[in-house]
């Protein structure tokens, strides 16, 4: 809480509002005392200087102004972030958490979700103590909105000052502060600018029932009561008084007198009810008369009538059964009543039973009527009899009789004869319902144990008695490829066993059979190893075929159908050498056979085309083609400039053995062999020679026409031109050997030597 002196050094506050930004001088210094410049409208303040804690700035607004000040809409807060400055520490609002609930102080009413006007992340950020609230003003983010801070915090106060007269609204309806004015929310039941019209109900106007009524705003207005009472002998219905409501409905509907209602009367067991209804059924002046059906006499009033109190004259009457005489039970019989209206009474009815092993004579049922007497004659008990037994067929009957020959309680025991065993109870008693205990027993001759036939065999009975009992007899034997083990026949005896062990049949066996070489054996047995009925088969290995019966069967005889088969290895066609060529083969499970290997080569000057090794597989065939040797070749060769070529081809054209003869024309010289031959590696024996033109002609000219001084002279030039010739020859067989000869340079023999060159020359 600022003090007085604080105040005084507040300097000066603004009031802000629809007339603008307003200087207000502080005239005192008290506090208290301070005054201003009335705008006649809203008004917003805040304390220039001070900076006070949220409790601080409230006295200080409700002392100066109203109070803090309360934001009701977003046109205010862009009004008040545009109109005051800016203040680093923000201003305080007139919000404050109250028992848990942010809470508008000046007028103490919830902050609604709607209203919230919160900064992100808020409020409560800090989760401690932070329950009031603060306003950024002119903030750089997040301008005008609010944020929750701890009340001890100093920020500048933002009070307002009301608009509304200390009596606005006509006194029916509160003031509600707005920018530059106020408008009034008028209290339920008023309505106007100024809540000066009153909200009327509809009128009144009952029947049957006195109403006063009271009307404080005008007759039948908001909050008109009117106070209804009924005559002696009828109840309102309906509520005692009604008011008129803000919705221009009565608080209730009307009510209406009806006559005071008796309890509801009802016939009395076994009788009837005539009633008469003045006001209504069962009402104030209703009477009622009562009366009994047959059977039944009215004890009690005849009438009643229904009083102005709500209760009718007189007790109930009832209807009361008229009684019959009392029954006995019969002599070893028994009594079971049941009364429906008294023991003994009209409707009463008695059912007669008798002891067991007796039965009723005369009537089971009597019943008492309306008369007083009881329908039919008295009942009597006699002894139950039952059917007259015999002894069964080679059996006995010895029996006891109580109550005379087969009646209820005689008892009557059965026998049978030696072999034979009694079917059924032993001994029979006569029941109380006329019939023996169990049916009628048997003697049935003792059983032995089913026999059935020995596996792979048969049986054949004889039943004197019933099947597999006492006398049957039974004769065993086996089917085709079994032998029977034991007795032909067995008899059952009067112990229930039959004589003898159990016979069996054995399967006839066959020899052991073995898989056939390169093969395998896969046998099924019906009664053992290869025995009567097995079956057995063969198959070969890959590369083999089966020769002979793939199953065999041992038969009943003891013998295998067919003969042992084999296992032969699957042939591949016979292969021969190429032409020019060798085969050498391998055979493993004989000639050209599944597994035997082949190899393929060629003779000198030939290479073998297609693959080296061929192999029989297990589908007969060869694994490849069959290869060729082909001639190896060697290179093309084509005639000399100024020569002729020949050639003889053995094996095809420039391939192994194939021989060629070079000619020069006339005139020309050949440089070289005369025939070439082409070799195993694919070589000639030797470079192609050349053709080069001969000079001896020329020489032979000059001396013709030479004599004397010219022929001296001609020897001169003769010699020159020898000499000439002779170094162009020179230089010409240095490139002949090159051409000739093309690795002499690098020490390596040529085809031809230099004597054989020189020699062509």
């Not at 005889?557 to 050498?584: H, V, Y």
């Not at 069959?626 to 081809?649: E, F, M, N, W, Y």
């Not at 020679?689 to 000079?695: H, R």
Request: glycine share 10%; net charge negative.
């Amino acid at each position: 809480m600022g003090t007085a002196a604080g105040l005084q050094s507040a300097g000066r506050t603004w009031a802000l509002g629809s007339r603008g930004i307003c200087y207000l001088g502080i005239a005192a210094i008290a506090w208290g005392a301070v005054t201003w410049v009335e705008v006649g409208a809203w008004t917003y303040h805040y304390s220039d200087r001070g900076d006070y804690a949220w409790e601080q700035a409230r006295n200080y607004c409700q002392t100066f102004f109203t109070d803090l000040v309360a934001i009701q809409n977003k046109q205010e807060i862009e009004y008040l972030n545009r109109s005051l400055p800016f203040h680093k520490r923000y201003y305080w609002i007139g919000i404050r958490k109250l028992h848990g609930i942010w809470t508008w102080v000046g007028t103490r009413k919830a902050l609604t979700k709607e209203a919230e006007n919160w900064a992100a992340r808020e409020p409560n950020n800090r989760r401690s103590n932070q329950d009031c609230v603060e306003i950024y003003i002119k903030r750089p983010q997040e301008s005008g909105k609010w944020n929750d801070e701890p009340c001890s915090q100093k920020k500048k106060a933002l009070c307002y000052r009301a608009s509304c007269q200390p009596f606005p609204c006509s006194q029916r309806g509160e003031c509600v502060e707005t920018i530059g004015s106020y408008r009034c929310e008028c209290y339920p039941g008023f309505h106007g600018p100024e809540c000066e019209d009153v909200v009327q109900c509809a009128k009144l106007e009952p029947k049957g029932v006195r109403m006063n009524c009271s009307h404080p705003y005008g007759d039948f207005s908001y909050n008109s009561t009117c106070v209804f009472r009924c005559q002696e002998g009828f109840e309102q219905r309906g509520v005692d008084m009604l008011r008129c409501l803000p919705s221009q409905q009565w608080s209730a509907d009307t009510p209406t007198c009806t006559a005071i209602s008796c309890p509801v009367l009802s016939a009395p067991d076994r009788g009837e009810l005539n009633c008469s209804h003045l006001h209504g059924d069962f009402a104030f002046g209703s009477t009622c008369a009562f009366s009994c059906q047959t059977g039944f006499a009215l004890t009690g009033p005849e009438s009643r009538e229904c009083t102005a109190a709500g209760t009718w004259t007189g007790d109930s009457p009832r209807c009361e059964a008229i009684s019959c005489p009392v029954l006995s039970a019969p002599d070893r019989g028994e009594l079971n009543c049941s009364h429906l209206h008294g023991d003994f009474t009209f409707r009463s009815t008695c059912a007669f039973s008798c002891q067991t092993g007796f039965a009723l004579t005369g009537p089971e049922t009597r019943e008492c009527t309306a008369a007083g007497t009881w329908t039919g004659d008295t009942p009597r008990c006699e002894a139950i009899t039952c059917p007259v037994l015999r002894a069964p067929d080679r059996g006995e009957l010895n029996c006891s009789h109580l109550h005379g020959d087969f009646t209820f309680g005689s008892t009557c025991v059965f026998s049978c004869q030696t072999g034979f065993v009694l079917t059924g109870l032993e001994s029979h008693e006569c029941t109380a319902t006329g019939t023996w205990t169990g049916d009628a027993p048997r003697c049935k001759a003792i059983a032995c144990p089913v026999l059935n036939a020995p596996d792979q065999g048969e049986l054949n009975c004889s039943h004197l008695h019933g099947d597999f009992a006492f006398g049957s007899t039974c004769a065993f034997s086996c089917q085709t490829g079994f032998v029977l083990m034991g007795p032909e026949s067995r008899e059952c005896t009067a112990t229930g066993t039959w004589t003898g062990d159990t016979p069996q049949c054995k399967a006839i066996t066959c020899p052991v059979l073995s898989a056939p070489d390169q093969g395998e054996l896969n046998c099924s047995y019906l009664h053992g190893d290869f025995a009567f009925g097995s079956t057995c088969t063969f198959s070969c290995q890959t590369g083999f075929v089966l020769m002979g019966p793939e199953t065999r069967e041992c038969t009943a005889t003891g013998t295998w159908t067919g003969d042992a088969p084999r296992c032969k290895a699957i042939a591949c066609p016979m292969l021969s050498a190429p032409s020019w060529g060798e085969l050498n083969c391998s055979h493993l499970h004989g000639n050209f056979a599944f597994g035997s290997t082949c190899d393929f080569s060629c003779q000198t000057g030939f290479v073998l085309m297609g693959l080296k090794s061929h192999e029989c597989t297990a589908m007969g065939t060869w694994t490849g083609d069959t290869p060729q040797c082909k001639a190896i070749s060697c290179p093309v060769l084509d005639p000399p400039s100024r020569g002729q070529l020949s050639c003889s081809h053995v094996h095809g054209n420039f391939t192994y053995n194939s021989t060629c003869t070079f000619s020069c024309e006339e005139g020309f010289l050949r440089m070289g062999a005369e025939m070439l031959w082409c070799e195993a590696t694919g070589n000639w024996t030797r470079h192609a020679p050349v053709c080069e033109e001969d000079g001896a002609p020329f020489l032979k000219q000059v001396l013709a026409y030479s004599s004397g001084t010219a022929l001296a002279l001609a020897v001169i030039v003769l010699s020159g031109t020898l000499i000439a010739l002779l170094a162009k020859r020179l230089s010409n067989r240095e490139e002949k050997k090159k051409l000739l000869n093309p690795t002499s340079d690098l020490g390596s023999p040529g085809i031809f030597t230099n004597a054989a060159y020189d020699a062509n020359l």
